[in-house]
């Protein structure tokens, strides 16, 4: 009905309709109101004030009215809360983040907080941010001017910004009595801006129009440095960080006391492969707003970046302190931890991370890996999965997945979830390093080699990559790229006992058994790797024929590890040799018990009874080998069935 009638009087006239539209604009304004919900903070010393509690009724039922009209918003006290402020705190931003540490937001849109701390010379009536829902207003003797001041943080929270325009609200010092059209303008577009903490207050389909709205304004050169601040923002929210850092220094050559300017050019020259120049500008935030927890959780990205854990983990800590529901600190530090090997660690820190933000898929998807690295294989699976509902583009969890696969064994679907990852995100280093391992267990050596090449060319300074792609070019055989990217794992770690061992290894292999030495001496004798260390010992010993050490050594490493199969086969091999039947025959069996060399195990196995002349055994053993796939020597199985007849 009603678009008929629309229709009508637009063939009608020009001005009936421009009436009727916007008639059926303001009927849907009324129908459609955002209900804002906010939790109310008062501090000690607002409530020193008489009838503080009416003061705030009326104060939001003024707004209210104002909002209601102009943008369909409204903002509803659903909580009081008591907040114990920091008296020691000198500005409004101190204040801010105080409140922000001590009162939470959950189960509301925003927090208020109402602070009765004195005002000092120049300091501001309230404060607010965009990217976070939490503002402080100061109380004031003139209700009116509370009012106001209200008005103009709320509109910061939708978008709005410091102006040099006397008349409005959002003029900056003292403010005007009513919205000028730019900031209308602001505030309708984030009309329906989301409150959740980690998610951008806008959708990607609004940035580019908030951006050209900002910029026309910026035309008027009145030297309003906040729209310069909240371009950067969505600039960066766009990964556009030239503008991000063009936009920051455009605003900091008007004024140098610009926190949020300093912060953001440190984000983008974080995110630019800059973590040094980002951390020197983290550092100036600091010299105006210490307590401000997102600088410290800067720092910490900043300094893992850099390759220094112990920093970042202090610095995560510290932005844990002064905000105790920082889910995304306590998820990095978190992942800080599990990189450390320190699972117990990282798996509290995800937990606490997806109490306080459920959807967290990186919290998740860490969980995972530190319970893989526990080697509880059930939790980890059910953390991946998890990450995966909540983000099936998340390349760590298929990385963790395809681990998973691989410590069952299951090389196939292991290689499918490092596919993905890779797909997924080709820098993503940890993936070519697992698949290369994959291809490594699966004796694929030269697709294990190219995929760990990659991997050391996409983060050179992880020295496990190197360790395991000198193990790849040992087995592949190439000595002397063995050597070469061993060294590189030892520049980097020089207590790395892989990487140690594999140099010991290449070098044997090489028929140096000096350097051999040399390097095995350098291995930790502490390490997990102590069988390895005697295995490579007896080999060395065997090489200067010295065979007494050389069994003396493989017997250790048998007592370190009983499954040792190198150990065993070495054993069973030195006494064969020696003609030392009965004790070779021990370890042979001992290889076929444990399932490892098998078919060299039953060929050997079937010489040594044909040296005792038991014939039939021995053809039985012959028989296995050849079973196993292995090429038994044709004259030896024509003597044993020659000397089976004649028996
Ligand atoms: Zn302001």
């Not at 910490?300 to 995560?316: C, D, M, P, Q, S």
């Amino acid at each position: 009905m009603v678009l008929k009638k629309v229709i009508r009087l637009l063939i009608i006239g020009g001005l009936i309709f421009n009436i009727s539209l916007s008639l059926l604009s303001a009927s849907s304004k009324s129908e459609s109101v955002r209900v804002i919900n906010v939790r109310v903070a008062v501090d000690e010393e607002f409530r020193q004030h008489q009838d503080w509690r009416s003061l705030i009724r009326s104060l939001f039922n003024k707004v209210n009215q104002l909002y209601t009209a102009d943008f369909g918003l409204s903002f509803k006290v659903k909580s009081y809360a008591f907040w114990m402020s920091d008296d020691t705190n000198q500005n409004i931003f101190g204040l801010l983040n105080d409140l922000r540490k001590k009162v939470s937001y959950l189960g509301h849109d925003l927090v208020i907080g109402f602070t009765g701390e004195k005002k000092r010379p120049f300091h501001l009536l309230g404060g607010a941010n965009y990217l976070r829902n939490y503002i402080v207003l100061r109380w004031n003797p003139s209700e009116n001017l509370m009012k106001l001041t209200l008005t103009h943080e709320l509109a910061h929270l939708f978008g709005a910004v410091d102006l040099n325009e006397p008349e409005s609200i959002m003029n900056q010092g003292q403010p005007g009595t009513k919205f000028d059209p730019f900031s209308a303008k602001v505030i309708a577009l984030n009309r329906e801006r989301t409150f959740l903490p980690s998610f951008f207050p806008l959708p990607p389909n609004k940035i580019d129009e908030a951006i050209n709205i900002y910029t026309q304004r910026k035309l008027k050169k009145k030297k309003e440095t906040d729209l310069n601040i909240m371009i950067a923002v969505l600039a960066l929210e766009k990964e556009d960080y030239p503008r991000v850092i063009q936009e920051c220094e455009e605003a900091l050559a008007v004024e140098l006391k610009l926190p949020e300017a300093y912060n953001l050019k440190g984000i983008a020259y974080r995110r630019t492969n800059r973590p040094a120049r980002a951390i020197e500008e983290y550092k100036k935030v600091l010299l105006f707003q210490p307590r401000m927890p997102e600088v410290h959780y800067n720092l910490g990205l900043a300094y893992w970046h850099l390759g220094e854990a112990e920093k970042a983990i202090l610095e995560y800590q510290k932005a844990i302190e002064l905000d105790p529901r920082y889910a995304k600190a306590y998820a990095n530090l978190g992942y800080v931890f599990l990189k450390k090997n320190r699972a117990d660690e990282a798996i509290l820190c995800c937990q606490k991370a997806l109490e306080l933000f459920p959807d967290l898929a990186k919290a998740q998807s860490t969980l995972a890996a530190a319970y893989l690295l526990r080697d509880d294989l059930s939790q980890a699976k059910i953390h991946c999965e998890q990450a995966l509902q909540l983000d099936p583009s998340l390349p760590e969890a298929y990385s963790t997945r395809g681990s998973i696969h691989l410590r069952q064994g299951k090389i196939e679907l292991a290689l499918k979830d490092y596919n993905q990852a890779i797909n997924l995100d080709p820098a993503y280093s940890e993936a070519w390093f697992n698949r290369g391992r994959a291809y490594l267990l699966a004796n694929n050596f030269t697709q294990a080699i190219s995929d760990l090449c990659q991997a050391t060319q996409l983060t050179p300074q992880d020295h496990r990559y190197w360790g395991t792609l000198a193990a790849a070019y040992l087995k592949a055989e190439d000595f002397d790229q063995a050597i070469d990217s061993s060294l590189k794992a030892v520049e980097l770690n020089d207590t790395y006992p892989v990487a140690l061992l594999n140099l010991a290894s290449a070098y044997l292999r090489k028929g140096e058994g000096q350097k051999a030495w040399e390097w095995l001496e350098k291995v930790p004798l502490d390490s997990d790797h102590l069988a390895e260390i005697h295995l490579l010992r007896g080999s060395l010993f065997r090489q200067q024929g010295q065979w007494l050490k050389a069994k003396d050594e493989w017997s250790k490493a048998l007592e370190v590890d009983p499954h040792n199969g190198e150990a065993l086969l070495n054993l069973a091999n030195l006494y064969l040799e020696q003609g030392q039947l009965s004790p070779a025959r021990n370890y042979y069996q001992r290889l076929i018990a444990l399932g490892v060399h098998q078919a060299v195990a039953y060929n050997n196995l079937a010489y040594i009874y044909y040296r005792q002349e038991e014939f039939d055994q021995a053809w039985q053993c012959l028989l296995k080998a050849e079973e196993l796939g292995l090429q038994v020597h044709p004259e030896f199985k024509k003597q044993l069935a020659l000397r089976r007849k004649k028996k």
